[in-house]
């Protein structure tokens, strides 16, 4: 079944480490996002890709970062300079050759993060 | 700015009503609305869309949603809710090609 597989599901971190969150699909599908759930609050945009080796960031980028080496995975990585890492974070991709640009986003199941 | 308003944190509804979860935009140009649900540490799951056409949209699980350009609203709705209904819903708009902006979500519970 095509999909997007996140992992691992839940992760504990140290102060200070740095920590990198994988995201793979195979959904053939050209962008592909990270965002940020806090309670309460909506999701946030951290980066986006709408192709290999390029990306973009979102509303949030500080103590983040990404690369896209391969059109299938997009990992995240949540260095020490983020100051309240503690959150959930989801994966999304959506099929960008739609000529409407209509397309909904599809999401993986999430990562959960807990700096202790 | 494109913005996407849920007024409500909390809908409570007794099992077997109709349910509405409210949502309002504020967009530039043609406004692409979406509906998701999510369940507790689970990803968002897709419910329904509206891109052009019927301003009566009809999606998965029995869920439909109602587009009101005047009102600039996009209610979700079910005639009849079930307690397996119980989740977090969140109503987004697509823009600027291919950035979604997401309202702050509302907890809908169903009461047996």
């Known amino acids: 079944d095509g999909g997007i597989t996140q992992s691992p599901k839940y992760l504990f971190r140290k102060e200070g480490q740095n920590v990198t969150l994988s995201c793979e699909q195979n959904?053939?599908?050209?962008?592909m996002y990270w965002y940020r759930q806090d309670p309460g609050q909506g999701l946030r945009l951290i980066y986006y890709s709408q192709i290999v080796n390029d990306f973009q960031k979102g509303d949030i980028a500080e103590g983040y970062s990404v690369s896209r080496e391969k059109k299938e995975s997009f990992p995240l990585t949540v260095t020490s300079a983020q100051k309240n890492p503690t959150a959930f974070y989801l994966c999304?991709?959506?099929?960008?050759?739609?000529?409407?640009?209509?397309?909904?986003?599809?999401f993986g199941e999430g990562s959960r993060l807990t700096v202790l | 700015a494109q913005s996407v308003a849920q007024p409500e944190d909390q809908v409570n509804v007794a099992e077997g009503n109709p349910l509405t979860v409210k949502c309002t935009y504020s967009v530039s140009g043609n406004p692409y609305l979406f509906w998701y649900v999510q369940y507790p540490n689970r990803g968002l799951q897709f419910l329904l869309k509206y891109i052009t056409g019927d301003n009566l949209v009809k999606g998965s699980y029995g869920f439909e949603a109602e587009f009101n350009k005047s009102q600039t609203s996009f209610h979700l709705k079910k005639p009849s809710a079930l307690v397996s209904d119980s989740a977090l819903y969140f109503c987004?708009?697509?823009?600027?090609?291919?950035?979604?902006?997401f309202g702050s979500g509302t907890k809908l519970n169903v009461k047996p």
């Open positions: 987004a708009v697509r823009y600027n090609f291919n950035k979604f902006y």
């Open positions: 959904l053939n599908h050209d962008a």
């Open positions: 999304a991709s959506s099929n960008d050759r739609d000529p409407t640009n209509t397309g909904e986003l599809f």
